[in-house]
């Protein structure tokens, strides 16, 4: 258990310092990996509350508590599968570390069990960030009084630490045929992004219809229950945390089965898995035709756009705001009706412009390409550093593969929204110049951040675009803009009509202009540091 | 065509790496560049290839002085780190246009160059295949490609044999030898003394930072072999 330990905790060592950059000491590397995970615990127990006081409003009412957690349950584990499969490949099966440490005289299984642990950990945190304001939610909103016993909470924090084995068990199991079809199936990462796109399908067919769901929720929530048979395991968790001991003890069974199942099926296998999903042999069959040329910075373009789109985890991670922007746009187009409806019924003084261009900016916060891109270059920085090209191109590429991508969105979405919602052309005018100037700070904020706190060392891309400080300040700090444009929208509308939409303008600009010309005076020689 | 004047490098924590260096590579020379590890050897390459920064000393390619004008530095120059990296969401093909293009190279030239050394490195088969399917050996030599397609005034190789097979050694040895006699330099870092000792006109051994010995090599090493002469200049014989 000594060795197992130790491997524990070089994965868990790896995976907290992984957020930081590459400079500093040890000391100041935890302090602001820890403030990362502080900053995402927040989002996440702020964003599951959310939906269970939503839920838990209409069920509580009809002591049907029970529903709140089979679907928190549900959204942990697809969420800790759709953040850690990709994980899977590169920790448990792509780490860099697999020959020294396939080398030791340690057991394959005990060292893909301390893997697989690290996921573990990382479900998880997840899982306590979805379970738990469940279960605060239910203590305070309850009428049958069932989440007032400290029982209730010792039943829930059994849940909690259960579900994260089911879920990294099917983690694992998926991880593993990701790194296969990786590894022998020549378009790849065409293959993985196609199943990512009809996951995320998936997932915003849910979230359009959610409102609709909670609404009939209430009229028929036992119907609703019985028809999610297909998620045993989930209903026994809600019914366990509600008070049946033997539904929790049969719920921690099918995790913990799973589990073992898995660390130890895959153990005994684990070196040859390792070896055959690295070993990827080159074909020996291409005839070299007459190339063509093109200029330095279509090169450069061209080889972010190869990255981006050829790198699931990437296009996932960073290009997900983007994706959610152009489903809410056109979303918003196609269902234009039912829309107009409901903003009908919350009345006519509601401040639409504002609004879209909020939630036009939350999606643009989380397109974090070019937070990255800098991290991402590691190992290979080399090559850009030895071609002939300056910094400051180089650095206005990446931030312009950012806005390539980011302002045909907005503007696609921009216009969608405003048809959709009955702007006026000044209004969607207003719409399409705060996000784009948005857009502008975004990029530009990305980049710096992602030169002020670089990834260089890290063991795969996964640690870059989930976990890198770079990434969590370009998303969250741009969210935090959002909030002082609405506080000064607000503001502004104390004073004059014209000087509500102002003012944000005025702080959208002053940020644009502020990165950008830090970019252009301090850029090219922190570029030239790292 | 390369020189290097007083150069210096203290890395943060106050290690000297280099201390006060000079030396003159001259069109047509390879110069062999050697001492024992965590000498500096490296820290030179990287600074004269334009990758590392250096605050003392200057280095000029080709006329270019490297801190002043480095894209005019870099544009004559090809550098190829000990154990390079390369992109491995690419493919072969995909990386060698990737280069040419920063480069500028046209299509016609780069098509023919490719084919010459992809043929004689035996690599022209695997272009097709992405960079992350590739051995050490195949990435090695698909860098050494890169860099003789740029057709540089000045070649910075650090340990260039390491990972290659007898016969694609042979065959970089011939390119180096054409290279010069272009009127190109190669600047390089080696620990196989033997290969340094009979492909190098001039050869220069560094200890600690400082530079101990170098001149043409068969002054350096006169009577005796490289290998004595090293181990006595380093204290070890």
New interface residues.
């Given amino acids: 258990m000594k060795k197992f330990f130790a491997l524990l905790k070089v994965s868990v060592k790896s995976m907290l310092l992984s957020s930081t950059n590459s400079r500093g000491n040890s000391r100041k590397k935890a302090a602001t990996g820890a403030g990362a995970m502080v900053l995402i615990a927040f989002l996440g127990l702020y964003m599951s509350g959310f939906y269970s006081f939503m839920l838990m409003e209409v069920l509580a009412p009809i002591h049907m508590e029970s529903l709140v957690f089979i679907f928190m349950g549900i959204g942990a584990l697809a969420g800790g599968l759709l953040f850690t499969t990709f994980a899977v490949k590169g920790v448990v099966f792509g780490g860099k570390d697999n020959d020294l440490l396939l080398s030791m005289p340690v057991g394959s299984t005990m060292l893909m069990a301390s893997r697989v642990s690290a996921i573990y950990l990382e479900n998880l945190l997840f899982s306590f960030f979805v379970l738990a304001p469940a279960g605060a939610v239910c203590a305070f909103m309850t009428q049958s009084g069932v989440g007032h016993s400290l029982l209730f909470w010792a039943r829930l924090i059994i849940a909690v630490f259960a579900l994260p084995l089911l879920d990294t068990a099917l983690s694992v199991l998926f991880g593993a045929l990701v790194a296969f079809l990786s590894a022998k199936v020549s378009r790849g990462a065409l293959g993985q992004n196609i199943v990512m796109a009809l996951y995320m399908a998936a997932v915003f067919w849910f979230a359009f219809n959610l409102n609709g769901m909670i609404e009939g929720l209430a009229a028929n929530a036992m119907g609703v229950k019985e028809s999610l048979s297909w998620a045993a395991p989930m209903l026994w968790m809600a019914d366990g945390i509600l008070g049946d001991w033997g539904l929790l003890l049969a719920f921690a069974a099918c995790c913990i089965v799973p589990f073992a199942l898995v660390v130890f099926g895959l153990g005994k296998v684990y070196r040859q898995a390792v070896t055959a999903f690295a070993a990827r042999s080159a074909r020996n069959d291409y005839k070299l035709s007459a190339q063509s040329a093109s200029g330095q910075k279509k090169a450069l373009l061209a080889k972010e756009a190869k990255r981006f789109f050829g790198t699931p985890m990437y296009f996932w991670n960073s290009g997900i705001g983007l994706i959610m922007l152009l489903a809410a746009g056109v979303a918003a187009l196609v269902m234009q009706r039912e829309l107009r409806m409901y903003l009908g019924l919350l009345g006519d003084a509601l401040p639409l412009m504002p609004m879209a261009a909020l939630v036009m900016g939350f999606c643009l916060s989380m397109c974090a390409i070019a937070a990255p891109s800098i991290s991402l270059e590691g190992k290979y920085l080399w090559i850009l550093r030895e071609a002939p090209v300056g910094e400051s191109a180089l650095i206005w590429i990446k931030t312009g593969f950012q806005l390539l991508l980011s302002v045909p969105c907005t503007v696609v979405a921009g216009v969608c929204l405003a048809v959709a919602l009955g702007l006026s052309p000044a209004e969607g005018g207003l719409l399409l110049l705060a996000t784009v100037l948005f857009d502008l700070a975004h990029a530009a904020f990305g980049m710096l951040v992602g030169l002020a706190f670089p990834k260089l060392d890290a063991v795969n891309e996964t640690v870059v675009v989930k976990q890198s400080l770079a990434v969590c300040l370009g998303m969250f700090v741009p969210m935090a803009v959002l909030g002082l444009c609405a506080l000064l929208y607000w503001l502004g509308g104390m004073l004059s009509a014209w000087a509500a939409p102002a003012l944000p303008l005025v702080l959208l600009s002053v940020m644009a202009a502020a990165c950008a010309l830090i970019l252009v005076k301090k850029g090219p020689a922190m570029l030239r540091a790292l | 065509m390369l020189r290097i004047e007083h150069y210096s490098k203290t890395y943060p924590g106050g290690k000297k790496a280099v201390d006060d260096l000079t030396l003159h590579v001259r069109p047509g020379e390879i110069y062999g560049f050697i001492g024992h590890n965590g000498a500096g050897k490296t820290t030179t390459l990287r600074a004269c290839?334009?990758?590392m920064?250096f605050t003392e000393g200057t280095i000029t390619i080709d006329g270019h002085d490297v801190k002043k004008d480095?894209?005019?530095a870099?544009?004559v120059?090809?550098?190829l780190?000990d154990n390079?990296?390369?992109?491995e969401?690419?493919k072969?093909?995909?990386y060698l246009?990737?280069?040419?293009?920063?480069?500028?190279?046209?299509?016609?030239q780069?098509?023919k160059d490719?084919?010459k050394y992809?043929d004689a490195f035996e690599l022209?088969?695997?272009?097709?295949?992405?960079i992350?399917?590739?051995?050490h050996g195949?990435r090695q030599k698909l860098a050494l490609i890169s860099a003789f397609i740029r057709r540089p005034r000045l070649l910075i190789l650090d340990e260039p044999f390491v990972g290659l097979d007898p016969s694609a050694s042979h065959i970089m040895k011939g390119y180096l030898a054409d290279l010069c006699r272009g009127g190109s330099a190669v600047f390089f870092s080696t620990h196989v003394l033997e290969v340094a000792e009979k492909l190098c006109h001039q050869i220069a051994i560094i200890k600690d930072g400082r530079l101990v010995k170098c001149g043409p090599t068969e002054q350096l090493v006169g009577d005796s072999s490289l290998e004595d002469v090293f181990l006595e200049l380093e204290g070890d014989k």
């Fill in positions: 290839a334009g990758v920064d480095p894209v005019g870099k544009r120059t090809a550098f780190p390079p990296d390369l992109y969401f690419m072969g093909i995909d246009n990737f280069i040419a293009d920063l480069y500028d190279i046209p299509a016609d780069r098509t490719i084919a992809g022209t088969g695997n272009l097709g295949s992405p992350g399917s590739y051995s195949m």
